[in-house]
């Protein structure tokens, strides 16, 4: 039986014991519903082998073709990844559009007895209501940014606050990314797609009667762009302006950001683009004391000669909504827990 799901809330909350995608693994890297395991009808290259069969000799011979290798997949993932499920099971399967993939194999576990359903549309109606969620929909949250140079512990402190139960959404945690050109991280960033996934499935957890802090960022994180509907948000919320001694950010980033210190050359060519910004002796002395070891320095001497000077040009261009300005000597645990002190009756539901 095909299932209808008319919401995202419908499509998350489905019931199910257990959510199955039945699309080749590249398909399910892409993006995939939320909790479902990949249990694929046909290999990447299986696909692509019908798919050429398809194209080149007739669609009879490549659903012929397909429809042995299903049979054969499937055959497998029962004899292993389903050994354990008792007669009770509720799998609920889907494929791309809903169709032969996601209907060969739920009617194959039909037959076996288990309660089989599949998503009516496939993935692209969970994709629909993704993007209407997030390109659509104005958003009924208040947005309360988390703003402040480089360096001011940002990210700590929204982990902070989500650990006092404030409602946070962490977009570089989503994106995989610190959100700067020394941002990246080794297990790369995920697609647009499950991004706006992410994005999505974060916002429908949330509370739309309570505050949301997010830190503020630009448009984009890395190569992900934020979706229009959050950053439509972003661009009207009010601010927390966190403000810290150069010297005290410099120590905090080093420790943040200890990691590149073992990767000179990776930060050597992230930073290449910004030689034509601040220019080549310039840049040159940030790789020198980086090299150096020195994490505290290149900190210093790249918030100093980059960061803080884009930052108030953005910010003299931008006419923003500020609830309030925090200053802290010290970024340490003691810094930080004064800052969430001053910030908590600020993001108050009243």
Same mark, same amino acid.
């Given at each position: 039986m095909a299932r209808n799901f008319l919401s995202l809330g419908d499509i998350l909350n489905h019931g199910s014991d257990t959510v199955i995608d039945v699309r080749s693994p590249a398909e399910f890297a892409i993006d995939h519903i939320p909790g479902a395991i990949n249990l694929p009808a046909l290999s990447n290259a299986e696909r692509a082998r019908v798919g050429k069969i398809y194209k080149q000799i007739s669609p009879f011979e490549a659903r012929k073709l397909g429809a042995s290798l299903?049979?054969?997949?499937?055959?497998?993932?029962?004899?292993?990844?389903? !050994?354990?499920?008792?007669?009770?099971?509720?799998?609920?399967?889907?494929?791309? $559009?809903?169709?032969?993939?996601?209907?060969? #194999?739920?009617?194959? /576990?039909?037959?076996?007895?288990?309660? !089989?359903?599949?998503?009516?549309?496939?993935?692209?109606? #969970?994709?629909r209501l993704v993007h209407e969620a997030v390109y659509e929909t104005p958003l009924p949250h208040r947005i309360i940014l988390l703003d402040g140079n480089t360096g001011t512990a940002k990210t700590a402190v929204l982990a902070r606050l989500a650990a006092r139960n404030v409602q946070v959404i962490d977009l570089e945690d989503l994106a995989h990314h610190r959100g700067s050109l020394l941002g990246g991280r080794d297990e790369g960033q995920p697609s647009q797609r499950a991004f706006e996934t992410r994005i999505a499935l974060a916002l429908h957890r949330l509370d739309p009667?309570?505050?949301?802090?997010?830190? =503020?960022?630009?448009?984009?994180?890395?190569r992900l762009i934020v979706?229009?509907?959050?950053? !439509?948000?972003?661009?009207?919320?009010?601010?927390?302006?966190?403000?810290?001694?150069?010297? =005290?950010? =410099? &120590?905090?980033? =080093?420790?943040?950001?200890?990691?590149? &210190?073992? %990767?000179?050359?990776?930060? %050597?060519? $992230?930073?290449?683009?910004?030689?034509?910004? $601040?220019?080549?002796?310039?840049?040159? &002395?940030?790789?020198?004391?980086?090299?150096?070891?020195? /994490?505290? &320095? #290149?900190?210093?001497?790249?918030?100093?000669?980059?960061?803080?000077?884009?930052? %108030?040009?953005?910010?003299?261009? !931008?006419?923003?909504?500020?609830?309030?300005?925090?200053?802290?000597?010290?970024?340490?645990?003691?810094g930080q827990d004064r800052l969430i002190a001053a910030i908590l009756p600020l993001v108050s539901a009243e």
């Open positions: 299903v049979a054969r997949n499937v055959a497998d993932h029962i004899a292993q990844a389903m !050994a354990d499920k008792d007669g009770s099971w509720r799998p609920l399967v889907y494929c791309w $559009r809903g169709g032969q993939r996601s209907g060969s #194999f739920a009617s194959i /576990l039909s037959q076996i007895g288990w309660r !089989a359903e599949t998503v009516q549309g496939g993935y692209q109606t #969970f994709r009667a309570r505050p949301v802090v997010i830190e =503020a960022e630009s448009s984009k994180i890395g979706p229009p509907m959050l950053w !439509a948000a972003m661009c009207g919320a009010g601010r927390i302006v966190l403000h810290a001694p150069l010297e =005290a950010r =410099a &120590g905090f980033l =080093a420790q943040a950001y200890a990691d590149i &210190g073992a %990767a000179p050359d990776r930060v %050597a060519q $992230r930073l290449a683009p910004l030689r034509y910004v $601040r220019g080549h002796d310039v840049v040159d &002395g940030w790789i020198a004391l980086l090299r150096a070891g020195d /994490l505290t &320095g #290149f900190a210093t001497a790249i918030m100093g000669q980059h960061y803080d000077p884009a930052y %108030a040009k953005s910010r003299k261009a !931008a006419d923003h909504d500020v609830l309030a300005e925090l200053v802290t000597d010290t970024l340490d645990d003691a």
